[in-house]
T-cell receptor, first 117, second 111 residues
């Protein structure tokens, strides 16, 4: 158990709909990262928040948005869903800004599997 | 354009032998390289990282080697154990490109 929780575990919805994925970071972690893993693909970095502020942006579509709240949990909002948005969405957290060194590691949640029909 | 490539989708190794997982990258601006392990139905777990200024980092049975001139890194697991069977992701980080992951290599350690 990494200490990072994600809800829901599974989500099935239709094209054109909007969904919200939720992530609670490990206690004390200030950074939250969102990733998308499509079938047979590596993890695609979407966005990072640090202590409530957007820190870094990756390949995040304009239909997607995220935020980090004062209690440090984060939500990823996906709108106008398309079939190609079906994927595993992972959230990770780290204590500091980068999450790359052994002293500041990214801890991943179990993921939310989104199916768009 | 795949900046981080893991060209071997799968690898099988006998228990007790060495597992070598490979990763190639195209961008010389990456600052850190990382390896993650992923079991089914779980999120990736950090294994080991290496700064771009080093060429080797060791942690127990896991060693990562970085060859900057070849833009290549490898993860060595010695000795391999059945519990090491998982998908291994190589990742690279830079302030500009953020986090770039490879597509993973599925390692199977045979008892």
């Amino acid at each position: 158990d990494s200490g990072v929780t994600q809800t829901p575990k599974h989500l099935i919805t239709a094209t054109g709909q909007r969904v919200t994925l939720r992530c609670s970071p490990r206690s004390g972690d200030l950074s939250v990262y969102w990733y998308q893993q499509s079938l047979d693909q590596g993890l695609q970095f979407l966005i990072q928040y640090y202590n409530g502020e957007e820190r870094a942006k990756g390949n995040i579509l304009e239909r997607f948005s995220a935020q980090q709240f004062p209690d440090l949990h984060s939500e990823l909002n996906l709108s106008s869903l398309e079939l190609g948005d079906s994927a595993l969405y992972f959230c990770a957290s780290s204590t500091g800004l980068a999450g790359v060194a052994s002293t500041d590691t990214q801890y991943f949640g179990p993921g939310t599997r989104l199916t768009v029909l | 354009d795949q900046q981080v490539k893991q060209n071997s989708p799968s690898l099988s190794v006998q228990e007790g032998r060495i597992s070598i997982l490979n990763c190639d990258y195209t961008n010389s601006m990456f600052d850190y390289f990382l390896w993650y392990k992923k079991y089914p139905a779980e999120g990736p777990t950090f294994l080991i990282s290496i700064s771009s200024i080093k060429d080797k980092n060791e942690d127990g049975r896991f060693t990562v080697f970085l060859n900057k001139s070849a833009k290549h890194l490898s993860l060595h697991i010695v000795p391999s154990q059945p519990g090491d069977s998982a998908v291994y992701f190589c990742a690279a980080f830079s302030g500009t490109y953020k986090y770039i992951f490879g597509t993973g290599t599925r390692l199977k350690v045979l008892a």
